[in-house]
C-alpha cells in the first residue's frame, strides 16, 4: 500500500494536459529575461543614434528658456511637450520589450492562453500559509540561487570594468565625442558580456525547471490506476453499456432472420440462419446465430416467417464457432452447407 501512495511514476499525458489547462507549465523566468535583455539591448544598438540627436534637440530646445520668462502656462506645456517627447521615444522599446516576453514565455510552453492561473485564489489570503511559503525551502533556494547569479555576473562585470581603468585618465585628452563613443562602445561590450553570462544561467535554469516540473507532477501507482479507471469508465457502466450494445445487435439480427433460406440446429443448444441470394451473394452468408434463449428465440422467428429449420448437429456447431455473423461461409463447409440449402429448395419446389 505505501508503494503504491509513493510518487514514483512518470506522468501521464493526461496528467500534463490537465496541468496545462490550470496554467501549470515548465517555465524558466530567467529564459525570459534573458530573452527581453537581448530584444532590448538590439533595440537600443540601433536606436541610439536617433535617440542620441533626439536628446540633443532636448538639450538645445531647453536652453532655449534660460533667458526666457516664465508663466504657469508656459511651464505647463513644457512640461506636457516634455512628457510626450519621451513617451513617443520610448514606445518602440516598451513594444520591441512586451514582444519579447510574449515570445519567451511561446518559445518554452508554446501557445496557452488559459484564465485559471491569475483567477483569485482566497487560500492564498491565509496568513499562516503565506509565512510558511515566505520561509519554505524553495523560497530558500530561490533566494541562494538569486545572490550566486548577482555575485557571479557582477564579479565578471567587475572584472571587465577594471581592464578599463588605465583609459579613463587618457579620456580627457580627447574631445568630447571621442569620449562619448569610448563609453558607447565600453557599454556594448559590458552589455553583451552580461548577457552571455545570462545566457548560461538561464540554459541551466530551464533544464532544472524542467526537471523539477516532471518531478512535482510525478503520480503514484494508485493515482495512475485511478486515472485510468476515470478515462476508461466505471467498470460497472461500461459493462453495462456492453449489455446495451448486445442487445441492439441482437434486435438487429432477430430482424434478419426472416430473410434466412434455413436454419441449421443441433437442435436445442445451436442454431444458425443461413442466407443466399444469388444476385447480392458470392456464397451462402450466416445472417444471425445463437445458443440457448437466443437459439430458441431464433427458431421462433424462423418458425413465424416459414423458414425451414434444419437439423445438423455437426455442422451448426462448426458454423457458429468459426463464422462471425454478416461473413460468407468459409469454402471448407461449401459442401456441407449447400446439401442443406439443396434440400431445403427441393421441399420448397425452388430448386
Excluded at 493526461?14 to 489547462?21: F, L, Q, T
Excluded at 513644457?78 to 513617451?87: R, Y
Amino acid at each position: 500500500m505505501a508503494d503504491d501512495q509513493e510518487k514514483t511514476e512518470e506522468p501521464t499525458s493526461k496528467k500534463i494536459e490537465d496541468a496545462r489547462k490550470e496554467g501549470n507549465v515548465a517555465k524558466s523566468q530567467d529564459v525570459v529575461g534573458v530573452i527581453t535583455l537581448i530584444v532590448g539591448v538590439i533595440v537600443i544598438i540601433f536606436y541610439m543614434k536617433f535617440l542620441f540627436y533626439k536628446v540633443m534637440d532636448f538639450y538645445v530646445y531647453y536652453l532655449s528658456f534660460i533667458s526666457h520668462e516664465f508663466s504657469i502656462a508656459d511651464l505647463i506645456s513644457l512640461v506636457i511637450k516634455s512628457i510626450l517627447e519621451v513617451f513617443i521615444l520610448l514606445i518602440p522599446l516598451m513594444a520591441a520589450i512586451m514582444l519579447a516576453g510574449v515570445l519567451g514565455n511561446i518559445a518554452q510552453f508554446g501557445f496557452l492562453f488559459t484564465t485559471k492561473a491569475i483567477m483569485p485564489k482566497f487560500s492564498k489570503l491565509n496568513p499562516i500559509t503565506g509565512l510558511k511559503n515566505l520561509f519554505s525551502k524553495k523560497k530558500l533556494f530561490e533566494g541562494i540561487k538569486m545572490t550566486l547569479k548577482v555575485a557571479i555576473a557582477f564579479g565578471i562585470g567587475f572584472n571587465l570594468f577594471l581592464g578599463w581603468l588605465d583609459e579613463i585618465p587618457k579620456l580627457e585628452l580627447f574631445p568630447l565625442m571621442t569620449q562619448i563613443k569610448w563609453l558607447i562602445d565600453k557599454s556594448i561590450i559590458l552589455a553583451f558580456t552580461m548577457i552571455a553570462v545570462f545566457v548560461v544561467f538561464a540554459a541551466i535554469d530551464f533544464v532544472f525547471q524542467k526537471y523539477s516540473y516532471k518531478k512535482s507532477l510525478k503520480m503514484s501507482k494508485q493515482e495512475i490506476k485511478d486515472e485510468m479507471k476515470n478515462s476508461e469508465g466505471n467498470p460497472e457502466i461500461k459493462a453495462k453499456i456492453r449489455q446495451i450494445q448486445m442487445k441492439m445487435a441482437s434486435q438487429r439480427m432477430m430482424k434478419e432472420v426472416p430473410k434466412a433460406d434455413v436454419v441449421v440446429t443441433n437442435p436445442t443448444h445451436y442454431a444458425v440462419a443461413i442466407r443466399y441470394n444469388k444476385e447480392e451473394d458470392r456464397a451462402p452468408k450466416v445472417i444471425a446465430k445463437g445458443v440457448d434463449h437466443l437459439a430458441q428465440k431464433i427458431k421462433e422467428i424462423a418458425r413465424e416467417n416459414d423458414v425451414m429449420i434444419v437439423e445438423n448437429r455437426p455442422l451448426a456447431r462448426q458454423l457458429y464457432a468459426e463464422v462471425e455473423i454478416d461473413d460468407y461461409i468459409p469454402e471448407k463447409l461449401y459442401k456441407a452447407v449447400i446439401e442443406v440449402l439443396v434440400m431445403v429448395y427441393k421441399t420448397k419446389g425452388k430448386l
